[in-house]
């Protein structure tokens, strides 16, 4: 069965699907997105990404016509047409197409495209071996609480990652730890957690929030601050997460190993956890 997509109110096989070169997504990055995984067939936790997509519309000034359930019911149809029970759904939603001028168009419609693909989970070893990363300068631009779809310093820093053959880059502005390419990004350290505070260079993660909830549920404090290089390399534990990753073990950190080499137990616990809130959906 192919992949399928929908674009504009009708699915269809998503190689069948063309978009105009006019729009403003392919033209200027003018756009939003999520991703959304999909487990035996409920799009995972989409309240938290239906309220950051419908965020980041607002912030970009997108104007749409967006009903969380009639959303909701789309992504369902899509999960089913595509027979991938464990997915991943790719929403995105651009400004429009209209000529290439850089002010908003008038009276244009907005692009809403969506994707349903089978979800290919990470190599089974790295989440119980953890993975190395490095850390890159971030360039990117001042509004990264958007989920927006200028993701070119991203691509860029992945593709560091790839050549350093890691797993991950992760930001670093003004002397702090931010986030990663394609992930959040947390500490341990005497047994609290810490991830880096919520601004404009730092989105707001959905995983994110709720590993925040089971480690509180544990009784475990968890703080929203400025991390450090210093603090990263000194952690006894560091672990990203992510939509497609889930909680993943960060084992090195710029060729320095971080704790004993080894995932550590709160990490482990976590992810057990994590892997029971899924399983219950």
């Known amino acids: 069965m ?48 239906c309220t950051r997509l419908a965020r980041s519309a607002r ?47 008038v009276e244009t419609k907005p692009t809403v495209f969506l994707s349903f693909r089978e979800m290919n989970a990470l190599p089974i070893e790295l989440p119980g071996q953890g993975v190395k990363v490095i850390t890159v300068p971030d360039i990117r631009w001042g509004r990264c609480d958007i989920k927006s779809l200028n993701l070119l310093p991203n691509v860029l820093a992945k593709q560091q990652a790839q050549e350093a053959k890691v797993f991950e880059s992760v930001f670093m502005r003004d002397g702090f730890v931010i986030e990663g390419s394609a992930s959040n990004i947390f500490i341990v350290k005497d047994r609290q957690l810490q991830t880096p505070e919520r601004n404009h260079f730092v989105l707001a993660g959905v995983t994110q929030q709720h590993v925040i909830n089971l480690a509180q549920e544990q009784g475990r404090k968890v703080q929203f601050d400025t991390i450090t290089l210093d603090a990263l390399l000194g952690a006894d534990e560091v672990f990203l997460v992510g939509t497609t990753i889930e909680i993943l073990p960060v084992v090195n950190v710029d060729g320095k190993i971080i704790r004993n080499g080894i995932p550590g137990p709160i990490t482990c616990s976590l992810q057990q956890r994590f892997a029971n809130l899924v399983a219950q959906l």
């Open 2 to 49: 192919p992949d399928i997509g929908y674009l504009n109110g009708r699915f269809s096989p998503l190689g069948e699907i063309s978009i105009s070169p006019d729009d403003r997504g392919f033209l200027f990055g003018d756009g939003i997105y999520e991703v959304v995984r999909a487990y035996h067939g409920v799009p995972a936790f989409w309240d938290d990404h």
């Open 59 to 105: 912030e970009i000034y997108i104007h749409f016509s967006f009903e969380p359930k009639a959303f909701h019911r789309l992504l369902l149809t899509g999960i089913q047409k595509s027979g991938y029970a464990e997915g991943k759904i790719y929403i995105q939603i651009t400004r429009g197409v209209a000529p290439r001028e850089h002010g908003f168009p």
